[in-house]
């Protein structure tokens, strides 16, 4: 049984449209799983069939419709899945096609794209670049929970600076999502540290990085090894900023009577 993405935009909006293009697809055995308004004037169908010479049908008869204007018909992928469910796409970036932006309100979208990613077996390196207080970490979390994953912190500032340099027992399993703060890591000087992260960058699991652009810097990894750039933002136009939140981390190292305020075990 085949799945298929169908998008179309209304030429002429008038009632019982929408009942003629579902009993047009039911006389064709195309089973509608979910329908929804997606970007405008389109309208986005995840559809089933037996037969995938069904949709060439539908696609050769809506051809002659007046009244709609097939858009795209093809296997849907993440953000066509994505685009029915929330009703609408995510904006991706133009040039860097595996750049995904975001801003503070699409918060619950964000986490349905992660969890959608974590769900998937394999090697996957996610970079997610954002101002402090934005909602990073916590959309990672959010996101591990929604795709049942165990979520392991290499490095972070959840609370404290945290730089862990050994794992035990299940935490070495390839299904949890390793989640580490590219400043922090960075900036540690543990050797035991950065072993524990070569380790977790061979193994074939997902791994978030806060901050590619900082992790990086120093480094045997380039922003060519990323999958995904994710971008989170207050509002559109905030601009993302490196010289504050290093100012942050550095602050943050010191404690309250002088000492260094960083868990590392």
Request: hydrophobic content about 40%.
């Amino acid at each position: 049984m085949g799945e298929w993405y169908v998008e179309y935009e209304i030429q002429v909006n008038r009632p019982g449209l929408l009942g003629d293009i579902a009993s047009l697809l039911g006389m064709l055995r195309v089973n509608i799983v979910t329908i929804n308004g997606v970007d405008g004037g389109h309208r986005g169908m995840l559809v089933r069939t037996e037969n995938d010479d069904q949709i060439k049908r539908f696609e050769l008869i809506a051809s002659t419709m007046e009244t709609i204007q097939v858009k795209k018909i093809r296997e849907p992928k993440l953000r066509d899945i994505l685009a029915v469910r929330h009703g609408r796409y995510i904006q991706r970036d133009i040039d860097d096609r595996k750049t995904f932006r975001f801003i503070r309100s699409e918060l619950g979208v964000l986490v349905d794209f992660m969890a959608e990613l974590f769900k998937q077996e394999g090697h996957k390196l996610i970079g997610i670049r954002g101002m402090p207080r934005v909602g990073k970490t916590e959309s990672v979390v959010a996101a591990s929970v929604c795709a049942n994953k165990k979520w392991i912190f290499l490095s972070s500032t959840m609370i404290k600076q945290t730089v862990r340099n050994t794992l035990a027992g299940d935490e070495f399993s390839k299904d949890n999502i390793f989640i580490l703060d590219g400043i922090v890591t960075r900036k540690s000087g543990d050797e035991r540290h950065m072993q524990l992260v070569r380790e977790m960058m061979s193994m074939p699991s997902i791994k978030v990085v806060e901050h590619p652009d900082m992790f990086v810097q120093h480094s045997e990894y380039d922003m060519e090894d990323f999958d995904y750039i994710i971008e989170l933002r207050t509002d559109p136009d905030q601009e993302i900023t490196y010289e504050m939140m290093e100012k942050n981390h550095m602050m943050s190292d010191v404690g309250p009577m002088g000492g260094f305020g960083t868990f590392n075990f």
